[in-house]
């Protein structure tokens, strides 16, 4: 999101360099949470990974820029470091990505789910193109 919240967020990503981050709206969530509540037979007590994409920095950029016609609107690298030095778990979280993360293969439940990629959330659901 626009803002500056969304600028750190955005520079946090840059730090990952070449890690690809698990990505998945909001709104999917909880499409899929109450589909759970009026199917107890279908997903009772299953465990399962919901992830729309994942996405390195690099690709996210280029999206973004195809999209919205400029960058990603980032914050100073510094600001987003020293947040990882005062917040051990946001330090933790960022270095469990940098060594690997998590990975999986969502592509069955997105297109069983029709979970949104990271595209059509920034075209239809994202305040960049609204501004």
Do not use: H
């Amino acid at each position: 999101m626009p803002g500056f919240i969304g600028r750190s967020y955005a520079a946090m990503l840059r730090q990952m360099n070449d890690r690809s981050i698990a990505m998945v709206e909001t709104q999917d969530i909880g499409n899929v949470a109450a589909q759970a509540f009026f199917e107890p037979g279908e997903y009772g007590m299953k465990e399962f990974p919901l992830v729309g994409e994942q996405l390195t920095f690099q690709e996210i950029q280029r999206t973004f820029r195809e999209v919205v016609g400029c960058d990603i609107p980032e914050t100073y690298g510094l600001f987003v470091t020293m947040l990882r030095w005062a917040i051990p778990d946001f330090g933790d979280t960022c270095r469990f990505v940098e060594d690997g993360g998590y990975s999986w293969d969502c592509t069955d439940l997105v297109k069983e789910q029709c979970l949104l990629d990271f595209e059509t959330w920034l075209k239809d659901e994202s305040e960049f193109c609204k501004i």
